[in-house]
């Protein structure tokens, strides 16, 4: 998996989308684009098809991902990278340890994997 990624035993750098402008379409649906504490953001009031946001069912579907998080680590003059797999259930605990300095490194890639059977 991570392969995919390596070459000459480099990272590959992938571009991010900007948005055009100061708007955000999800299916020709315009969303301003806000800034609060210097972070970009939309605010959605209903999903793709019309349908507003269930407190239950957001956070089924947030439980049910899985998260693949990369951390870079210096040790004896050498570099690793460590893969950390973490359900979505426990990905506030994984930042916690992470920002109190149980889990230590510096963030190099976070990937989301939603499971098939998922919207």
Avoid: H
Avoid at 29 to 43: D, M, P, Q, R, S
């Amino acid at each position: 998996m991570f392969n995919d990624y390596v070459s000459d035993d480099k990272i590959k750098q992938f571009q991010t989308r900007k948005p055009k402008g100061k708007s955000f379409s999800s299916k020709n649906k315009l969303a301003e684009i806000k800034n609060f504490l210097g972070f970009e953001y939309v605010k959605l009031k209903k999903d793709v098809n019309g349908i507003r946001f269930s407190e239950k069912s957001l956070r089924d579907f947030s439980y049910d991902l899985k998260y693949n998080i990369s951390l870079m680590r210096k040790s004896d003059e050498e570099i690793f990278l460590y893969q950390y797999f973490i359900s979505g259930s426990e990905l506030k605990r994984f930042f916690e340890e992470y920002i109190n300095g149980t889990i230590e490194g510096e963030i190099i890639q976070i990937e989301k994997y939603t499971p098939e059977n998922l919207a």
